[in-house]
């Protein structure tokens, strides 16, 4: 007899979302610009295509963490995103306008990654509260992302690029029934003191606790990552790599960051916020002046081993650190802000500069992101400056 889904552990919930909703954005970030190619859009319109992408996330992130933070359940905003993005999807079927693509491009940015900090902070929150491993659960996303990499590059190389709005489409399809099976989220809602005087206590968390230059950080070097999401597969396919090579080298990233979060929870737990958040800036600045050069295949791998570092570590550093410094009843909101200044302003100003560079300069515009990753190293360096002086 099989156990009712609320006696489901809420690691395996958390687990089958992350599963499903990564594996079609497996397919969605590496090979949408692709999709974009195919419709006919020349490489400063994929630029903005893509940027129109990054930048919905600066108005839905928001609104999302606002619905998430207020909300009597988590859930319920977490579903009502990813539905959102499923039916703006199915709107790219027909849409052969370049200007209309680059429309449904920024409402699907918005709603598809709109949706990665309200499960973020409601799975940290549920994490420490129920004494289970954040990291393990995300891992299965980023497993399902390798296979989404994988999978669809290679049915790009049979079937054709179309292949790669089908496919993130049935992820997203699939992410919509997870939803509905993660736990409720139940909160208690704000008492009316706290309730009118939510906008300043907000302001107040945000200037303080280091949490302005943790923003930064965050911001400058995930946004560094615009070159490498809208024209990595664009490039190296211009370069001579197989559509399924392009498959592997996004995956060989993902499974050093699947690595990388499984470490987390095990080895890395001396690891401070800071000291990720610095090690993921260092780290960058090396990746994408190593990748501009233009290696071989065969060096291509292990370079692509640094996401680990260049993503993961960046981001499981901010996840922390906005944990220890911002109280629950803001946690989403924290989490928004946060992706909408890194996976929004940032990378869509990142990735919109990308198209002009690779129009100008081709694959070596993967050394431009060693600007942005410069400054957040800096800040980083400040920040864990400020940190060791604390009383």
């Known amino acids: 007899m099989r156990r009712p889904l609320a006696q489901t552990p809420r690691p395996a919930r958390f687990a089958l979302f992350y599963g499903a909703f990564y594996l ?27 940027g129109a992408a990054m930048a919905g996330r600066v108005i839905a992130a928001p609104l999302g963490a606002v619905l998430a933070d207020n909300a009597r359940r988590r859930r319920d905003a ?18 052969q306008e370049p200007w209309l693509i680059v429309a449904l491009a920024g409402l699907a940015g918005g709603a598809y990654t709109g949706v990665i900090p309200i499960i973020d902070s409601f799975a940290v929150r549920e994490a420490g ?29 049979w079937l054709g690029d179309e292949t790669a709005l089908y496919w993130t489409l049935t992820g997203a399809g699939l992410a919509v029934l997870a939803a509905l099976m993660l736990p409720e989220g139940r909160r208690a809602p704000a008492p009316a003191r706290q309730a009118g005087r939510a906008i300043s206590d907000l302001i107040g968390v945000l ?26 597969a664009v490039a190296w396919r211009a370069d001579g790599v197989p559509a399924a090579a392009v498959g592997l080298l996004w995956a060989t990233g993902v499974l050093a960051e699947i690595i990388f979060f499984w470490a ?38 292990p370079l692509q081993s ?24 803001f946690s989403a909101t ?5 992706s909408a200044l890194s996976g929004g302003l940032v990378l869509a100003g990142a ?22 990753a410069l400054f957040g190293l800096i800040c980083a360096m400040l920040l864990s400056r400020r940190e060791k002086n604390l009383p």
């Open 351 to 372: 990735t919109y500069a990308s198209g002009f560079a690779y129009a100008a300069i081709g694959t070596a515009g993967f050394a431009i992101m060693s600007i942005p």
């Open 129 to 157: 509260r129920r004494r289970f491993a954040f990291g393990p659960p995300r891992a299965v996303g980023s497993a399902t992302f390798v296979f989404g990499n994988v999978a669809c590059g290679v049915l790009i190389g």
């Open 334 to 338: 924290t989490q928004a802000i946060n």
């Open 264 to 301: 987390s929870a095990k080895w890395l737990r001396g690891w401070s916020p800071t000291l990720m958040l610095t090690v993921g800036a260092g780290v960058s600045i090396l990746r994408w002046a190593l990748l501009a050069l233009a290696p071989p295949l065969w060096l291509l791998f």
């Open 24 to 50: 079609g954005f497996g397919a969605y970030l590496p090979y949408m610009p692709v999709w974009f190619e195919a419709r006919g859009l020349s490489p400063e319109m994929i630029g903005l295509a893509a």
């Open 78 to 95: 977490v579903a009502a995103f990813i539905l959102a993005a499923v039916l703006i999807f199915l709107a790219h079927i027909p849409a």
């Open 306 to 329: 640094l996401h680990a570092f260049s993503f993961g570590a960046t981001y499981l550093g901010f996840l922390r650190f906005a944990a220890e410094r911002a109280p629950e009843r």
């Open 207 to 232: 200037k303080a606790n280091g949490l302005p230059l943790a923003f930064a950080v965050s911001a400058l070097v995930q946004g560094a990552h615009g070159f490498y999401y809208a024209f990595s």
